[in-house]
T-cell receptor, first 112, second 110 residues
Framework: EAAVTQSPRSKVAVTGGKVTLSCHQT?????MYWYRQDTGHGLRLIHY???????EKGDIPDGYKASRPSQENFSLILELASLSQTAVYFC???????????FGSGTRLLVI | QQKVQQSPESLSVPEGGMASLNCTSS?????YFWWYRQHSGEGPKALM???SDGDKKEGRFTAHLNKASLHVSLHIRDSQPSDSALYFC??????????WGSGTKLIIKP
C-alpha cells in the first residue's frame, strides 16, 4: 500500500540546536509538502517540492530549510530551533499537485 | 483574519444522527474546496472535493457549495462513532495551493 512515512514520531530538541525531520513516500508522487499544525491554526504550508533537487517556499518558510535529494525523500531542517517551532509537523505527497494529499502520521516536536 | 473560517469549533451529535459542518471563505480566488478528516494521532485524510455550485454526494457524506456566498458545508448522515474526528475545510486556487481552516471537532455520542 502506498504510504508516507515520517521519522521520528516525536522529538525533544534544545533551543538553538539543529533538528532534521525526515519523510519517505512510496506513492511515486512528484509533489511533496511539509506542513505544521498548531491548535487553532489548522495546517500551514512551510515548503514544498515538485521535483528532486528543487524546493519551493510555502506560506511560512522562515526558520526552516527543506531538502529533496530524491523523488521518495523530503527533509525539513531547523538549523536553530526556537520555542515557537514547537508543533506537529506533517509531510504529504500528491500526484500532479492536485491537493488530494496523502499525509504521514506526523512528528510531534517539542523545543525546550 | 483567516481566509477560511469553520464553524462550529466543536459539535456533538448522537449516533445515527446528521452532522452539519460549515465553512466560509473571504477569498474569491478560491476555485474549489476540499474536506479532510483527521483522527487523533493520525495525519489528515482527504474526504472529498467540490468544484461546482450545488451538492456532491459520496456515500454518507454530502458537500454543498455556494460560490456566490463563498459558503461550503459538509453533511454526514447516519453518523457513526468512527466519524468522531477533526474535520478541516480547505480552499484552493489555480496554483493548487490550499488554505486551511482551523477545523471542527466532531464527537459522535453512542
Amino acid at each position: 500500500e502506498a504510504a508516507v512515512t515520517q521519522s521520528p514520531r516525536s522529538k525533544v530538541a534544545v533551543t538553538g540546536g539543529k533538528v532534521t525531520l525526515s519523510c519517505h513516500q512510496t506513492n511515486n508522487h512528484d509533489y511533496m509538502y511539509w506542513y505544521r499544525q498548531d491548535t487553532g491554526h489548522g495546517l500551514r504550508l512551510i515548503h514544498y517540492s515538485y521535483v528532486a533537487d528543487s524546493t519551493e517556499k510555502g506560506d511560512i518558510p522562515d526558520g526552516y530549510k527543506a531538502s529533496r535529494p530524491s523523488q521518495e525523500n523530503f527533509s525539513l531542517i531547523l538549523e536553530l530551533a526556537s520555542l515557537s517551532q514547537t508543533a506537529v509537523y506533517f509531510c504529504a505527497s500528491s500526484d500532479t499537485g492536485v491537493p488530494d494529499y496523502t499525509f504521514g502520521s506526523g512528528t510531534r516536536l517539542l523545543v525546550i | 483574519q483567516q481566509k477560511v473560517q469553520q464553524s462550529p469549533e466543536s459539535l456533538s451529535v448522537p449516533e445515527g444522527g446528521m452532522a452539519s459542518l460549515n465553512c466560509t471563505s473571504s477569498d474569491r480566488n478560491f476555485q474549489y474546496f476540499w474536506w479532510y478528516r483527521q483522527h487523533s494521532g493520525e495525519g489528515p485524510k482527504a474526504l472529498m472535493s467540490i468544484f461546482s455550485d450545488g451538492d456532491k454526494k459520496e456515500g454518507r457524506f454530502t458537500a454543498h457549495l455556494n460560490k456566490a456566498s463563498l459558503h461550503v458545508s459538509l453533511h454526514i448522515r447516519d453518523s457513526q462513532p468512527s466519524d468522531s474526528a477533526l474535520y478541516f475545510c480547505a480552499g484552493g486556487d489555480s496554483n493548487y495551493q490550499l488554505i486551511w481552516g482551523s477545523g471542527t471537532k466532531l464527537i459522535i455520542k453512542p
